[in-house]
T-cell receptor, first 116, second 115 residues
Framework: AQKVTQAQTEISVVEKEDVTLDCVYE???????LFWYKQPPSGELVFLIR??????QNEISGRYSWNFQKSTSSFNFTITASQVVDSAVYFC?????????????FGPGTRLSVLP | SAVISQKPSRDICQRGTSLTIQCQVD?????MFWYRQQPGQSLTLIAT?????????ESGFVIDKFPISRPNLTFSTLTVSNMSPEDSSIYLC????????????FGEGSWLTVV
């Protein structure tokens, strides 16, 4: 069975600090997809990244970077020089290739508060 | 990417009534799903909306309570029937498919409060 764990329930940082959000997943499939979404107070889920299980390259997009390590089943997300607008709940999610989309499993989310 | 519009964005509903949420996508998509997010919780899949046929419900969700329609590849509705305060949640539509890069995108959500 699939499972996504985000051990950090809440994190508070001061603006300009770097922060890493942890995500650990479990799956028996060899082909799967990992996602990160941001949910600001307004409620919508904003897609941030999708990574497939064959691509272990780290990715950087502006102040965001992702570290995918299959050996530890982790897909961590780092925000560099955090800003108040980064305050949101961040969800890590997993979808196995079979029945893609239907078996989407979300982690419990990490609430990030960036203080001015 | 896909632009997803949900209506209503927010509503306050009386106990025992029903409300229909609409989801409109700006392009044809293979997959459409409905999720529920209870206060302070993560997302739970309610059902997969199948075009032209009955939706596929997840364990714990039934058609009588959450009837779903999907008449075409760009539109779906979710009805929350006979509402109780426990139904107070954000309901989110999501879409996916090759035409939008195989990524799963979400609508803005519909915040329902049942009083």
């Amino acid at each position: 069975a699939q499972k996504v764990t985000q051990a950090q329930t809440e994190i508070s940082v001061v603006e300009k600090e770097d922060v890493t959000l942890d995500c650990v997943y479990e799956t028996r499939d060899t082909t799967y997809y990992l996602f990160w979404y941001k949910q600001p107070p307004s409620g919508e889920l904003v897609f941030l990244i999708r990574r497939n299980s064959f691509d272990e390259q780290n990715e950087i997009s502006g102040r965001y970077s992702w570290n995918f390590q299959k050996s530890t089943s982790s897909f961590n997300f780092t925000i560099t020089a955090s800003q108040v607008v980064d305050s949101a709940v961040y969800f890590c999610a997993l979808s196995e290739a079979a029945n893609y989309g239907q078996n989407f499993v979300f982690g419990p989310g990490t609430r990030l508060s960036v203080l001015p | 990417s896909a632009v997803i519009s949900q209506k209503p964005s927010r509503d306050i509903c009386q106990r025992g009534t029903s409300l229909t949420i609409q989801c409109q996508v700006d392009s044809q998509v293979t997959m459409m799903f409905w999720y529920r997010q209870q206060p302070g919780q993560s997302l739970t899949l309610i059902a997969t909306a199948n075009q032209g046929s009955e939706a596929t419900y997840e364990s714990g969700f039934v058609i009588d309570k959450f009837p779903i329609s999907r008449p075409n590849l760009t539109f779906s509705t979710l009805t929350v029937s006979n509402m109780s305060p426990e139904d107070s949640s954000i309901y989110l539509c999501s879409v996916g498919g090759q035409g939008i890069g195989n990524t799963i995108y979400f609508g803005e959500g519909s915040w329902l409060t049942v009083v």
